[in-house]
């Protein structure tokens, strides 16, 4: 069965700081594996999906994650952070091949301080 | 082109009552998505509808339910509400049934029950 973990459920930096968000996966067959961002009241947008085309996956804002399938690993970073990116950023796999469904790790609120 | 639209926004019930609450995908979607966002269990997947079929379920009871009609509308209902059922209700939506499909999520429907 597939399933997500996220290390480190709030994560702190400072303005122009890196970012990086640690997500492992879990899964029986190839993975397609995404990372949610949800600002507070707001629903979920998409920040990049990985579909095995590239390992290394560019997104929206400056976002990019890399997809490591030796440790089951697709990390979230961004070189400079910027006040903006402060919410709560989901990780997800597909629960399988026959749909869109996904299961999604507990998030990670990143908290940015000037 | 409009995006995922949910109705109502917030929702106040009693234990014991029933809600029904509906999701409009963008235009032209087919697949449609419902999930359960709580600060104690974060995000779950309830279930997934195509071309009016459900196509995965979620671990929920039965007094979850959805359908899907020939518009790509869907509702999901909660028969007999629980206090547990209090949560932000997100429904998303996306182009075809396939994994690599990206999933457009709605602004959500707070349920709170009481």
């Known amino acids: 069965a597939q399933s997500v973990t996220q290390l480190g459920s709030h994560v702190s930096v400072s303005e122009g700081a890196l970012v990086l968000l640690r997500c492992n996966y879990s899964s029986s067959v190839p993975p397609y594996l995404f990372w949610y961002v949800q600002y507070p009241n707001q629903g979920l947008q998409l920040l990049l999906k990985y579909t095995s085309a590239a390992t290394l996956v560019k997104g929206i804002n400056g976002f990019e994650a890399e997809f490591k399938k030796s440790e089951t690993s697709f990390h979230l970073t961004k070189p400079s952070a910027h006040m903006s990116d402060a919410a709560e950023y989901f990780c997800?796999?597909?629960?399988?091949?026959?749909?869109?469904?996904?299961?999604f790790g507990k998030g990670t609120t990143l908290s940015v301080s000037s | 082109k409009a995006g995922v639209t949910q109705t109502p926004r917030y929702l106040i019930k009693t234990r014991g009552q029933q809600v029904t609450l509906s999701c409009s995908p963008i235009s032209g979607h087919r697949s449609v998505s419902w999930y359960q966002q709580t600060p104690g269990q974060g995000l779950q997947f309830l279930f997934e509808?195509?071309?009016?079929?459900?196509?995965n379920k979620g671990n929920f009871p039965g007094r979850f339910s959805g359908r899907q009609f020939s518009n790509s509308r869907s509702e999901m209902n909660v028969s007999t509400l629980e206090l547990g059922d209090s949560a932000l209700y997100l429904c998303a939506s996306s182009l075809t049934s396939g994994p690599q499909e990206t999933q457009y999520f709605g602004p959500g429907t707070r349920l709170l029950v009481l």
């Open positions: 509808y195509f071309s009016e079929t459900q196509r």
């Open positions: 997800a796999v597909r629960i399988n091949q026959a749909g869109t469904a996904l299961i």
